[in-house]
C-alpha cells in the first residue's frame, strides 16, 4: 500500500490561524508543519546568496519539538530576517537535529506572533502521522 504524500491545508479558526498537517513520519512533519507556516504568511524568499542553519532541540515529547522548532523558525525570521526552503531533520520522540538551508525573506504578508500549544496533539492515523497547529497572528 502507498503512504499518502505529506501535505499541510489551513483550517477555519475564529480568531487566529490553525493549520492540520500530515506525513509518514515525524521529520517529514515538522517539514511540512513548517511549510505550511510558511504558506499562511505568504513568505517569499529572495533569490542569491543561501543561508544554512543548525538546530539541536530537545523536549518532552514530540508536540514539545513541534513547537520547540516552529519558534525557532519564526526567530530566524524576526531577528535574522532568514526564510527556509530545504529541511534535513532528524528526529526522535524527545530529540531533533534539523539542518536548515534558506535566504533572506522578502516578502511576508503578514506575521506569525507565536506557535500554540491550543489542543495540539500528534495522532496517527492511516494517513500516517497528523496534527492540527494553532498559530496567534
Not at 506525513?23 to 507556516?37: I, K, N, S, V, Y
Not at 515529547?61 to 529541511?87: A, H, N, P, S
Not at 503578514?110 to 502521522?129: C, F, S
Request: proline share 4%; glycine share 6%; hydrophobic share 45%.
Amino acid at each position: 500500500m502507498n503512504s499518502p504524500q505529506p501535505g499541510f491545508r489551513e483550517l477555519p479558526h475564529t480568531a487566529d490561524w490553525a493549520l492540520e498537517v500530515w506525513a509518514h513520519d515525524f521529520p517529514a512533519l515538522l517539514e511540512q508543519a513548517a511549510r505550511g507556516m510558511y504558506a499562511l504568511t505568504s513568505a517569499q524568499l529572495k533569490a542569491g546568496p543561501r543561508a544554512v542553519r543548525e538546530l539541536e532541540l530537545q523536549g518532552y515529547d514530540r508536540e514539545i519539538l513541534l513547537v520547540k522548532f516552529l519558534t525557532e523558525i519564526l526567530y530566524f525570521g524576526l531577528m535574522e530576517d532568514l526564510g527556509f526552503d530545504t529541511f534535513d531533520i532528524r528526529a526522535s520522540e524527545t530529540a531533533l537535529h534539523a539542518r536548515l538551508e534558506g535566504a533572506p525573506l522578502e516578502s511576508q504578508s503578514k506575521e506569525i506572533k507565536a506557535v500554540t500549544y491550543h489542543h495540539l496533539a500528534i495522532r496517527e492515523t492511516e494517513r500516517g502521522l497528523e496534527v492540527k497547529i494553532v498559530f496567534d497572528v
